[in-house]
């Protein structure tokens, strides 16, 4: 399995009960996966657990047959090969597309940095956007920056938190399609968070169901009601 979790367990400093208990789950290479679930169900929290920007008090978590977390291991976010795709894309105001997609590139010569960056915009379809700022781009359009950024870096795994939830009714069916499309191509395994079962259905090889922080076996309606 290329992603392997067990028995993780959370529970915020000052909460009375765990956000999350028990999560067991394993993810194939290539796979995109959706955690469906209503707000407060825990699944953001699942997916800042994996990128290593909170700690489980219990359980193990391992990427692509490394060790990530266990009772004697806990890896910095920088050492886990993870993207993240945050709800609000968090771009750089003040930087270009170019100089955002860029911005996590490291140890690349220039010309190397260059070569990844037309890489990413030639798969997100703006090759002619590199010198524009995120305020004139539209919201389907910052996401495929925030995508595209995530990407550069070539993670083992991206995550994606809630990635429609800014954008108009009607821009969603045809990103969707466009998002599905990039994973694809990228060849990434991907986790998709959201409360949204036409998110999940468009974009997921598997659909997961989360609720009061566990993973279940549930109809879609009884989960989300």
Same mark, same amino acid.
């Given at each position: 399995?290329?992603?392997?979790?067990?028995?993780?367990?959370?529970?915020?400093?000052?909460?009375?009960?765990?956000?999350?208990?028990?999560?067991?789950?394993?993810?194939?290479?290539?796979?995109?996966?959706?955690?469906?679930?209503?707000?407060?169900?825990?699944?953001?929290?699942?997916?800042?657990?994996?990128?290593?920007?909170?700690?489980?008090?219990?359980?193990?978590?391992?990427?692509?047959?490394?060790?990530?977390?266990?009772?004697?291991?806990?890896?910095?976010?920088?050492?886990?090969?993870?993207?993240?795709?945050?709800?609000?894309?968090?771009?750089?105001?003040?930087?270009?597309?170019?100089?955002?997609?860029?911005?996590?590139?490291?140890?690349?010569?220039? $010309?190397?940095?260059?070569?990844?960056?037309? %890489?990413?915009?030639?798969?997100?379809?703006?090759?002619?956007?590199?010198?524009?700022?995120?305020?004139?781009?539209?919201?389907?359009?910052?996401?495929?920056?925030?995508?595209?950024?995530?990407?550069?870096?070539?993670?083992?795994?991206?995550?994606?938190? *809630?990635?429609?939830?800014?954008?108009?009714?009607?821009?969603?069916?045809?990103?969707?399609? %466009?998002?599905?499309?990039?994973?694809?191509?990228?060849?990434?395994?991907?986790?998709?968070?959201?409360?949204?079962?036409?998110?999940?259905?468009?974009?997921?090889?598997?659909?997961?169901?989360?609720? *009061?922080?566990?993973?279940?076996? $549930?109809?879609?309606?009884?989960?989300?009601?």
């Amino acid at each position: 399995m290329f992603v392997q979790i067990r028995d993780l367990q959370f529970q915020y400093k000052n909460s009375k009960s765990h956000t999350l208990r028990d999560i067991a789950v394993d993810i194939n290479k290539g796979e995109i996966i959706s955690i469906l679930g209503k707000s407060g169900s825990g699944k953001s929290t699942l997916l800042r657990l994996i990128a290593g920007l909170e700690t489980p008090q219990v359980g193990t978590m391992k990427i692509d047959g490394k060790q990530i977390f266990d009772s004697k291991t806990l890896l910095s976010p920088e050492k886990r090969g993870v993207g993240v795709v945050f709800q609000d894309y968090a771009l750089f105001p003040h930087m270009t597309v170019a100089q955002n997609i860029k911005f996590g590139l490291r140890k690349m010569s220039r $010309k190397q940095k260059q070569e990844r960056l037309e %890489e990413m915009l030639s798969l997100i379809n703006l090759a002619d956007y590199g010198q524009r700022y995120p305020y004139e781009l539209s919201g389907g359009q910052q996401q495929r920056v925030a995508l595209a950024r995530a990407l550069a870096p070539s993670p083992s795994l991206l995550l994606l938190d *809630e990635p429609f939830s800014n954008l108009d009714v009607h821009l969603q069916e045809k990103i969707r399609e %466009e998002l599905k499309d990039i994973l694809k191509r990228a060849q990434i395994t991907s986790i998709l968070v959201t409360h949204d079962f036409n998110d999940a259905k468009a974009i997921a090889d598997r659909i997961l169901f989360i609720d *009061e922080g566990q993973l279940v076996v $549930k109809p879609c309606e009884l989960v989300m009601s």
